[in-house]
């Protein structure tokens, strides 16, 4: 079967290509792009890709699947189906399961139910220490013979610096990435939202930007004394900003990263107590989102996930003191992180880059691309579609997202994976 898509925006961030053209997809694999493929066959399908973008498959290296454990709130079918819906072919999901992902059988269980169900790519990341308890080392090369990407104690920081320094040697004889979740727990202890005005009037607990920067510059140090690759996952404070620079000078091995609800949303959005908006880190302030969007600017943060993290009513329709962190976002992160380009912050290859390669490049793993033979991993993108998100709409299982009844704008419209297209 030959697939030729027509007279779309071709951009590959890995190949860095940007023209509009035509690209070809023979049995399932990328044949050959170019201004103007022709070619009369029968068995040819051809999909007008007019005004549309076209481009590869999505990496989002942050999402929690939720299974196995709390497959209430999201399992591996359903939250690879909004990782399709948003143009996401590859997810890496965060070992914080029930149980924690901390041995060989976890990682493979995770990836035999992913052969099963689900409808993207999965790669686990499996935990730093056991059960995420900070206390001791989980078994690395088992964990990476299983199939585990990197390592990770997200929802937790490693607080032991020796236990984290000793992390970070082990995972380098293994060539395993270290993500790291910044809090330090002290500083954060029983916080709730961004520690500042908004949390003095409403009587919230605050989580202080130092809770972030404090972890951030301890785990800098530690991988320039390791050299130990470090990815400092979703960051949201303006405080970051020299330290990374100075990282960045110092040639320390590090990537950063942040998610759109960090350049998308300020605190206010938690007013009124809305638990949907509750998620750690916090929803920092307008100049914090301005620091955010200037870091993505200067390439100091040079990967955008979703840390798409689903809860169920139970967990949020509840005290906001009691409510769960986290928000769901894997559907959105190319129609929020689009408004970059919209905002001329960031071109669209740029952004493409943040979503394709870089995030390939922290996993060590092959980015999709359109290189003669690389298997079809296609995203056809209407950036001007505008539509309503409606609990419909979303393929979570869990809809704790404080974009429910609001307008988006940009969709995916067709998937191509391999041999199947999917139109959404
Ligand atoms: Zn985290
Ligand atoms: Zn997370």
Redo the contacts with the bound molecule.
């Keep these: 079967m030959k697939l030729l898509l027509k007279k779309g925006r071709l951009l590959d961030p890995t190949l860095g290509i940007d023209f509009i053209g035509d690209l070809l997809i023979e049995e399932g694999k990328i044949k050959g792009f170019g201004r103007e493929i022709e070619i009369s066959e029968k068995d040819l399908e051809i999909i007008d890709c007019r005004g549309k973008l076209v481009f590869p498959g999505l990496v989002d290296i ?1 999402v929690h699947l939720r299974e196995p454990g709390e497959e209430w709130k999201e399992d591996i079918e359903s939250g690879t189906r909004a990782a399709l819906y948003g143009g996401v072919l590859r997810v890496a999901c ?1 070992p914080n399961t029930k149980p924690v992902n901390d041995a060989p059988e976890v990682t493979s269980y995770i990836l035999k139910r992913a052969r099963e169900k689900a409808s993207v790519k999965v790669y686990p990341i499996a935990a730093i220490t056991k059960g995420q308890e900070g206390k001791e080392l989980a078994e690395f090369g088992r964990l990476k013979k299983a199939g585990a990407v990197a390592v990770s104690d ?2 937790k920081w490693v607080a032991d610096s020796s236990l984290m320094k000793r992390a970070l040697l082990y995972a380098k004889n293994f060539d395993l990435p270290v993500i790291s ?1 910044c ?1 330090d727990p002290k500083l954060s202890f029983r916080g709730q939202i961004n520690e500042g005005k908004l949390s003095a009037r409403l009587g919230l607990k605050g989580i202080p930007a130092s809770a972030e920067t404090v972890a951030v510059v301890r785990d800098l140090l530690l991988a320039r004394e390791t050299g130990t690759p470090l990815h400092l ?2 960051l949201s404070v303006k405080e970051n900003l020299p330290f990374l620079r100075w990282a960045k000078e110092e040639g320390i091995p590090f990537t950063a990263e942040t998610c759109p609800h960090y350049f998308t949303f300020t605190e206010k959005e938690v007013e009124g107590y809305n638990t949907n908006a509750k998620v ?1 880190p916090p929803l920092r302030t307008e100049e914090d989102v301005e620091a955010i969007k200037e870091a993505l600017k200067e390439g100091l943060i040079e990967v955008i996930a979703s ?1 798409h993290a689903p809860h169920s009513p139970l967990e949020k329709e509840v005290e906001f003191e009691l409510a769960s962190f986290g928000m769901i976002g894997v559907q959105f992160l190319l129609p929020l992180s689009f408004n970059l380009v919209r905002e001329g912050l960031l071109s669209e290859l740029k952004l493409l880059q943040y979503l394709i390669t870089n995030p390939s490049k922290v996993l060590k793993i092959e980015p999709p691309s359109f290189k003669e033979g690389a298997p079809a991993e296609v995203v056809i993108f209407d950036p001007e579609e505008r539509y309503l998100v409606t609990e419909d709409f979303i393929q979570s299982k869990s809809k704790n997202t404080p974009l429910l009844g609001r307008e988006l704008k940009g969709r995916v419209k067709t998937v191509i994976l391999e041999k199947r297209i999917i139109h959404l």
């Design positions: 942050h965060m997200d929802g979740h809090e996952a979703h750690n840390d």
